[in-house]
Each structure stands twice: as C-alpha cells, then as structure tokens.
C-alpha cells in the first residue's frame, strides 16, 4: 500500500481530513470542530442554505430549521443568513424600562 503525504487526503467536498477538517452541511465550508462549530447561527432568524430560504427556530439543542422553500436548483450557492435578528427585542414587555436620572441632593438638580 502506498503512503500518502501529509495533506493529500482530500474527501469529496475538499477538506483534508488529516488536518482535522470536517464538511459542515449547515454552513457549506470545511471546519475543525475545536474552532468552530457547525450550527446555524443563534442571530438569524431566516437562512439560506445556498438553494432554498428556512426559517430558523429555538430547538432542544440551539437554532434549527423551521419551514423551507422546496426548490430545484441546479447549482448550489453559499449558505448565509438572509434575516438576522434585532439587537433589541421586538416585544416591548420584555425591554427593561430606562432608569431614573441619579440626582445629588448635594447640587441640586445638578446646577
């Protein structure tokens, strides 16, 4: 049996499994598991995954795909975020209200 060099052990989708690269169907790259993590990202609220837009919804285990579009496509793209989520929360009952002003009762109203 011939010894491959270090490096050349390519899977079908291009990641070297020597080097510790997986292929991550989510995000559509090679990843290490120690540096990343295949998951769909926690700010999106809808994602593309390079053919059809899904949206994201709260699972057991992180983010996971709710309803998708079911198309054909005959080449597939890149995945990426098409909605991300607000930095604020869209339900004002769960905003904290603002805090009083702090007076020193030593100046005043601050004058």
């Not at 049996?1 to 169907?25: F, H, R, T």
């Not at 990843?31 to 837009?53: A, F, I």
């Not at 002003?101 to 109203?109: C, E």
Request: negative net charge; proline residues 11%.
């Amino acid at each position: 049996m011939p010894v491959k060099a270090p490096g050349s052990d390519w899977d079908v989708n291009g990641c070297i499994q020597s080097a510790g690269y997986l292929w991550c169907e989510i995000l559509g790259k090679c990843l290490r598991s120690w540096e990343h993590v295949c998951e769909y990202p926690t700010n999106c609220l809808t994602w593309n995954d390079g053919c059809n837009t899904c949206s994201l919804v709260e699972g057991q285990t992180g983010m996971e795909l709710g309803a998708c579009t079911e198309m054909y496509c005959f080449q597939q793209g890149m995945p990426y975020c098409l909605v991300p989520a607000p930095e604020v929360s869209i339900e004002p009952w769960l905003m904290k209200p603002p805090e009083p002003p702090v007076i020193n009762p030593f100046l005043g109203h601050g004058h």
